[in-house]
């Protein structure tokens, strides 16, 4: 159960309360570069946003680097259909520094 403890919107210690209510308030789906050790994943029955960041971050709440790096996925459910190819950035910091760049910036 400790993968779903509520930890807010774990960005760490470089992102204050502030810059989290701007995030929550205004949705922000930066662009993600595609990089060469991204990850590639056929979608099975069952397969989630939040459980696939789970297994390639070890944090539910990174689903939305999965979601912005895919952009033609459904914007209202976590769900995925199967046999849907999706791409999972290899390197989840740089789509936290994207994000807070572009929290900076308003």
């Not at 993600?32 to 590639?40: E, F, G, M, R, T």
Request: hydrophobic share 40%; aromatic share 12%.
């Amino acid at each position: 159960m400790s993968k779903y403890s509520n930890t807010l919107f774990s960005l760490g210690n470089s992102l204050d309360v502030e810059m989290k209510r701007r995030y929550y308030t205004s949705v922000i789906d930066p662009e993600i570069p595609k990089q060469n050790d991204d990850i590639y994943v056929i979608c099975t029955i069952g397969e989630r946003l939040d459980l696939l960041a789970w297994k390639y971050y070890q944090n539910v709440e990174y689903w939305w680097i999965i979601a912005a790096a895919n952009p033609e996925l459904r914007k209202d459910s976590l769900n995925l259909e199967p046999g849907v190819q999706i791409r999972v950035p290899a390197n989840f910091q740089n789509a936290l520094l994207l994000l807070q760049e572009q929290l900076n910036s308003r």
